[in-house]
T-cell receptor, first 115, second 113 residues
Framework: GDSVTQTEGPVTVSESESLIINCTYS????????LFWYVRYPGEGLQLLLK?????QKGSSRGFEATYNKETTSFHLQKASVQESDSAVYYC????????????FGKGTKLSVKS | AQTIHQWPVAEIKAVGSPLSLGCTIK??????LYWYWQATGGTLQQLFY??????VESVVQLNLSASRPKDDQFILSTEKLLLSHSGFYLC????????????FGPGTRLTVL
């Protein structure tokens, strides 16, 4: 079946430092799945951060970027300068289609940003 | 704007007791609906999906059932809770195409004792 592996947390970064959360995927039923990053801020629900549906393309939102790399089957999340408000749990996910449109998630990476 | 509401926010239940969790989506007609579950320390996994009223498909067997009595309502239930049912339950909706992103509700935290 499909699987997603991402950086194990927790990850602690100082404010204004750069961030990368690694994500690699394996999709067994489709060559090019849709890829997503979701985020859960403290006390809030799961929100879509960004998505990319075309291999080779980059998605961006709120200063975060992720590039769909089909050669390395990766979708790493990056930010040049984090803020304390970025503290949250980040989930990488893929959707490989089918009638159930199942999202396959990674385990999540808890990010803490120190001021 | 679309809103998704889940109830209750949290539940503490005894093993063997019944359970009913609910989800309502407003502002979107005929969405696809999904139930996901995350055990403590585990990974979010899809339990059920529904593409139309009255039709629900099971993805994972966890001794749970789901129903869609109305276009905007999705119910998760069981007659007898197990300890293993503890976790975080999320309802989600999407447009009727698998390529579209899914939008999640705030979730229900279930503790089975």
């Amino acid at each position: 079946g499909d699987s997603v592996t991402q950086t194990e947390g927790p990850v602690t970064v100082s404010e204004s430092e750069s961030l990368i959360i690694n994500c690699t995927y394996s999709a067994t039923s489709i060559a090019y799945p849709n890829l997503f990053w979701y985020v859960r801020y403290p006390g809030e629900g799961l929100q879509l951060l960004l998505k990319v549906i075309t291999a080779g393309q980059k998605g961006s939102s709120r200063g975060f970027e992720a590039t769909y790399n089909k050669e390395t089957t990766s979708f790493h999340l990056q930010k040049a300068s984090v803020q304390e408000s970025d503290s949250a749990v980040y989930y990488c996910a893929l959707n490989s289609g089918g009638s159930n449109a199942k999202l396959t998630f990674g385990k999540g990476t808890k990010l803490s940003v120190k001021s | 704007a679309q809103t998704i509401h889940q109830w209750p926010v949290a539940e503490i239940k005894a093993v063997g007791s019944p359970l009913s969790l609910g989800c309502t989506i407003k502002g979107k007609s005929s969405p696809n609906l999904y139930w996901y579950w995350q055990a403590t320390g585990g990974t979010l996994q899809q339990l059920f999906y529904s593409i139309t009223v009255g039709q629900v498909e099971s993805v994972v067997q966890l001794n749970l059932s789901a129903s869609r009595p109305k276009d905007d309502q999705f119910i998760l239930s069981t007659e007898k809770l197990l300890l293993s049912h503890s976790g975080f339950y999320l309802c989600a909706w999407s447009l009727q195409d698998w390529g579209y992103e899914q939008y999640f509700g705030p979730g229900t935290r279930l503790t089975v004792l």
